[in-house]
């Protein structure tokens, strides 16, 4: 099954984690299928904190393809920030 999830970078003490659609059995941090977008906890100033290409996330979802609890919930941060356009 393909779940879309967090993928941990980063230094120690400076977390960084990529969106990406992997296969449930791979590790957290190994292969994965596709990166879709960032989360950035530790930005700061203008700098950007979530970033989805939503029409990847779409494509993957439509496919069958899972959200984790925290990629669901960065989703609706990331849908909140976004400003709908008319």
Not at 7 to 17: D, E, N, V, W
Not at 23 to 33: C, K, L, V, Y
Request: aromatic residues 6%.
């Amino acid at each position: 099954m393909v779940v879309i999830r967090l993928a941990r970078g980063g230094a120690k003490k400076r977390p960084f984690f990529n969106i990406v659609a992997t296969d449930s059995r791979n590790r957290r941090d190994g292969r994965f299928i596709e990166r879709i977008g960032f989360y950035n906890p530790v930005a700061s100033g203008a700098a950007e904190t979530v970033r989805i290409a939503q029409d990847r996330l779409t494509h993957w979802t439509d496919h069958g393809a899972q959200l984790s609890p925290a990629v669901a919930r960065l989703v609706a941060l990331a849908a909140k920030q976004t400003p709908a356009a008319v």
